[in-house]
């Protein structure tokens, strides 16, 4: 039967592959036996398997745990590729980071800059120079016209305790508010200065698109650090009492453009 037949065969090979087989190396000129090996076919068959096994082993230890794979096609794409991407995730970052530093820079040197201005400014005013009270006059035209296309949040709601008095040195106006009412930035921007003062305690200076600057004094709290950049209407602060230039819980609120201060009232709705 043809079954019977298979089996008879797969029985002769087994057959044949457990038997004896003798390996002799003899020498070649008296034919002296010097060594001999019995082995089976089977055994050599195990044996070169084996090694082979062994082989393949190391060869992927090998490649897979030293530099040797970045030399093969394909893997060493896809992990250059992968550094790549981490590479330019720190070189947005890093463009990030200049560019906020940039921004705090100018908005310092801005500031600075205006301050010495305005005290310039006062004191030829004083000296009666004419020709610079006219060219003030329309500077202040431009900068109303600037000023008023544009849309400012309220950084709080509550009555005016302290106008504008530039000739003073009162360079923003006092909102009261209740304790604990939220400051809120009046602009998208970003924070170019968190920090204490010993008159104006905890202060807060944004600086904004169109060489805007705004300034929040007196705060009990800052919700906020220098560099953060801050969306229109965002909570920056907690109204307070803060600094020695204060006489109760308010917020004293600055808006300079251009390096200049200008009234927040004829652009800000406290009400």
Not at 33 to 51: D, G, P, R, T
Not at 70 to 89: C, H, M, T, V, W
Not at 198 to 222: E, P, R
Request: charged letters at 20%; proline letters at 4%; a negative charge.
């Amino acid at each position: 039967m043809p079954m019977s037949e298979d089996y008879d065969d797969r029985r002769a090979l087994l057959d044949k592959l457990q038997d004896n087989y003798r390996l002799v190396l003899q020498d070649d000129e008296d034919l002296r036996e010097i060594n001999a090996v019995s082995f089976s076919l089977l055994h050599f068959y195990i044996f070169i398997s084996v090694v082979l096994l062994v082989i393949f082993g190391l060869s992927f230890a090998f490649i897979m745990f030293t530099p040797v794979k970045r030399l093969i096609p394909g893997y060493g794409d896809i992990q250059e590729n992968s550094a790549f991407i981490q590479l330019s995730k720190k070189i947005v970052t890093l463009e990030e980071e200049l560019e906020a530093q940039a921004i705090y820079t100018e908005g310092l040197r801005n500031m600075l800059t205006g301050m010495e201005q305005v005290k310039n400014a006062d004191i030829e005013i004083e000296d009666g120079s004419v020709d610079r009270v006219k060219f003030q006059d329309a500077q202040e035209t431009k900068k109303t016209k600037v000023l008023s296309q544009l849309i400012f949040a309220p950084p709080v709601k509550g009555p005016v305790s302290a106008e504008f008095d530039r000739p003073s040195g009162h360079f923003g106006v006092d909102i009261v508010a209740p304790k604990n009412a939220v400051i809120k930035s009046v602009m998208d921007g970003m924070v170019i200065h968190a920090d204490w003062s010993v008159d104006a305690g905890n202060c807060i200076y944004v600086q904004h698109a169109k060489n805007i600057v705004s300034v929040y004094k007196h705060n009990s709290a800052v919700l906020v650090k220098t560099g953060e950049v801050v969306k229109t209407g965002q909570a920056i602060a907690i109204i307070g009492n803060s600094g020695e230039l204060t006489s109760g819980p308010h917020l004293h609120f600055e808006l300079w453009f251009d390096g200049f201060p200008v009234n927040p009232a004829n652009y800000v709705n406290f009400n």
